[in-house]
């Protein structure tokens, strides 16, 4: 039988060299390392020449370590072999001109930057893995995860029951369907605004990231407006300013809550996270601006009924009426609202990143 050489192919890490000898269904494998830094390869197989004896053998550039690791298939022969040093070579063997059987494995290839970049990510991978390793795990950590699912979900749902029924009666009977939202959606309203201040308890228990004071303000502004401008004055419950401020809110939630819903398991819809930032910021301010007008149409009201009026001593007058802190209310309101604007110039960039992933989705 003639021998022969097999092509081989070779790349290169700074710590390791990768051979690819190009021989199927090798038998009676015999692969060392001499003492003179030479590997020799020997084997019967399926190579350029069909079925004959093919051996190889290489000094390589620099010393190398003399375990050798490798793996047969039906198609090839791996061979793996760490270096001494981890350094880079400037070529694979000591003699300078490259034999004849020997080119680059260029499923492999990668050049001396590319695989620094490639060491360094493989170190920040093992970093992360020991600190992680090394962080106490939360034993409550699913039973969080699980209430802060179940909650959003519960919201979600009762925002989406009120956004249902206000757009089917719109849609049934048109204008008419303004004035008799608050009957009709104001129970289910009730149960997730009081449900809402759990989004006030969360933070100081720890079990979210966002601040106690962004969510108390948001929280309280919106009861003041369905508890006491809607909820306490029945003159107010029949007005077109109670359907555009619950429909403006059950817009906002019901992409809201999804969002964070599916954050508890750690998954993303970048659709839906395109549409929870993209639609809250024009669907917020005009909240603002509905929830006032319905601060402003109920200041008279409040005057003649003298509604929550601060008795005083008779000196000063019979009562203080409460549209005095309404509309203190309404300053602080319009102060959210510059700070509003800032905010929405801080998250352009998450809303422009997320069009342009929506785009590949639509």
């Known amino acids: 039988m003639q021998i022969l050489t097999p092509h081989v192919y070779w790349a290169q890490r700074h710590g390791e060299i990768f051979l690819r000898v190009e021989l199927s ?3 009676n494998l015999n692969i060392s390392l001499q003492e003179n830094n030479t590997l020799q390869f020997r084997a019967q197989g399926h190579g350029a020449k069909g079925d004959n004896e093919y051996e190889f053998s290489l000094e390589f550039l620099e010393p190398v370590q003399p375990e050798i690791n490798h793996k047969s298939t039906q198609r090839q022969v791996d061979i793996k072999i760490k270096k001494q040093e981890e350094r880079w070579w400037d070529r694979l063997t000591l003699q300078e001109k490259k034999p004849l059987f020997l080119a680059p494995d260029f499923d492999r290839w990668l050049d001396e ?8 990510a493989k170190e920040e991978k093992i970093n992360k893995i020991s600190i992680e390793s090394r962080v106490r795990k939360d034993p409550y950590l699913g039973l969080k995860k699980g209430y802060l699912f179940m909650y959003n979900l519960v919201q979600f749902l009762g925002f989406s029951w009120i956004f249902v029924n206000m757009t089917v009666r719109l849609f049934i009977l048109g204008q008419d369907s303004f004035y008799d ?3 009709t959606t104001a129970d289910m309203m009730y149960f997730c605004q009081m449900m809402a201040v759990l989004e006030v308890v969360n933070p100081l228990l720890g079990l979210v990231k966002t601040g106690f004071f962004p ?3 948001q929280v309280a502004g919106r009861n003041v407006i369905l508890f006491v401008i809607f909820g306490s004055v029945e003159e107010m419950q029949n007005k077109p300013v109670v359907f555009f401020v619950f429909y403006l809110w059950s817009t906002i939630e019901i992409f809201r809550y999804p969002f964070y819903m599916l954050a508890c398991i750690n998954t993303e ?3 839906l996270t395109w549409l929870r930032y993209s639609l809250w910021i024009p669907l917020y301010p005009l909240g603002v601006i509905a929830e006032a007008v319905a601060v402003i149409q109920s200041l008279p009201i409040f005057d003649e009924t003298r509604l929550f009026s601060l008795p005083l001593p008779a000196m ?3 009562s203080l009426s409460f549209s005095f802190s309404l509309q203190l209310y309404l300053v602080l309101m319009f102060l959210g609202e510059m700070q509003l604007i800032r905010y929405l110039n801080q998250i352009c960039f998450v809303v422009i990143s997320g069009c342009q992933s929506c785009f590949y989705l639509i």
């Not at 930057?113 to 360094?120: I, N, P, T, Y």
Request: charge should be negative.
């Open 25 to 27: 269904d090798a038998k």
């Open 316 to 318: 000063l007058g019979h």
């Open 269 to 271: 819809w970048k659709l």
């Open 113 to 120: 930057s590319d695989a620094e970049m490639e060491l360094q």
């Open 215 to 217: 969510a108390m303000i």
């Open 181 to 183: 939202t608050f009957h």
